[in-house]
């Protein structure tokens, strides 16, 4: 494999998340400095006392899905992840499903055990986490926060992420077609894809899990050939974030081994679901 085939790919892939960077952060500026000043008014007029935060970043998600999802669609009829995507039947469908919702949540579950057990290590960084996860959007789940954080997010990340950054990874390490891929070389684009959704959280503590939960995103949309697939496992990842105290309240009685022990079967149950919907393929 030429080094410097590889090296195309992966600076595309770099790239693309500089691409989102600055989309986002021009919607931002756009919706700041002309949206706003318009929607005060009728805002104002319709009663409406709220932050204006969650407006924005609605507004934000909303162009991210538009623009990351066409990207993606170009690309789909010639990507690699296509080559592997086939119709699962109604009953498997169903089944991948339940696994998905089981992964989310056994996932949200474990990544909240962590930093339980993490986070007092670091006073810093708990506190700069605790202040990020404390706003109105993250905290308390209202329509505004179900359409950023639960819907809106994981369609517009997986397109980005899952979908074209993973593509370009893919790509990097897989330079004829159709492609056969190794083990060894589907994990090295799977981790640079989840190291790049890491970084794009641009925050310390949400980019670490972030990029856990990013291989095990790749590892679905490679299983299954299908983004759609991601986006659920990242759909019930979100939302189940909204619980996690009232869960935690139902599994405090049964201690720490207890609650890695619950944990451990969710996912057992997640990953043995998604083999079993796809065939042990």
Not at 36 to 51: N, V, Y
Not at 74 to 79: A, G, T
Request: glycine fraction near 8%; include cysteine; aromatic fraction near 12%.
């Amino acid at each position: 494999m030429q080094k410097r085939y590889v090296a195309k790919w992966l600076v595309a892939a770099l790239g693309v998340l500089a691409v989102g960077f600055c989309f986002q952060r021009a919607v931002v500026l756009a919706i700041h400095s002309t949206l706003m000043p318009a929607l005060l008014p009728l805002l104002a007029s319709s009663g409406f006392t709220g932050s204006l935060v969650p407006v924005m970043l609605a507004i934000t998600e909303l162009a991210c899905i538009v623009v990351y999802i066409g990207w993606w669609c170009s690309l789909r009829p010639r990507s690699i992840i296509k080559l592997r995507s086939r119709r699962l039947d109604a009953r498997s469908n169903v089944l991948a499903l339940c696994a998905l919702v089981l992964l989310g949540v056994g996932l949200q579950l474990g990544i909240s055990l962590a930093l339980q057990l993490v986070l007092p290590l670091f006073p810093s960084l708990k506190a700069e986490y605790h202040e990020l996860m404390s706003s109105e959007v993250f905290s308390s789940l209202t329509l505004l926060s179900l359409l950023v954080v639960a819907l809106g997010a994981p369609i517009s990340e997986e397109a980005l992420c899952r979908g074209v950054i993973f593509e370009f990874s893919l790509r990097a390490f897989c330079p004829e077609l159709p492609p056969e891929l190794s083990r060894r070389q589907f994990w090295c684009a799977n981790i640079v894809q989840a190291l790049l959704f890491g970084i794009f959280h641009l925050n310390v503590v949400q980019g670490a899990y972030a990029f856990v939960v990013g291989l095990v995103f790749g590892w679905v949309v490679w299983r299954t050939g299908r983004l759609w697939y991601g986006m659920v496992l990242h759909l019930s990842l979100n939302l189940s974030s909204y619980f996690v105290s009232d869960m935690h309240a139902i599994t405090a009685p049964w201690g720490l081994v207890g609650n890695i022990a619950f944990v451990a079967l969710l996912l057992i149950c997640g990953f043995a679901g998604l083999f079993r919907a796809t065939d042990g393929r």
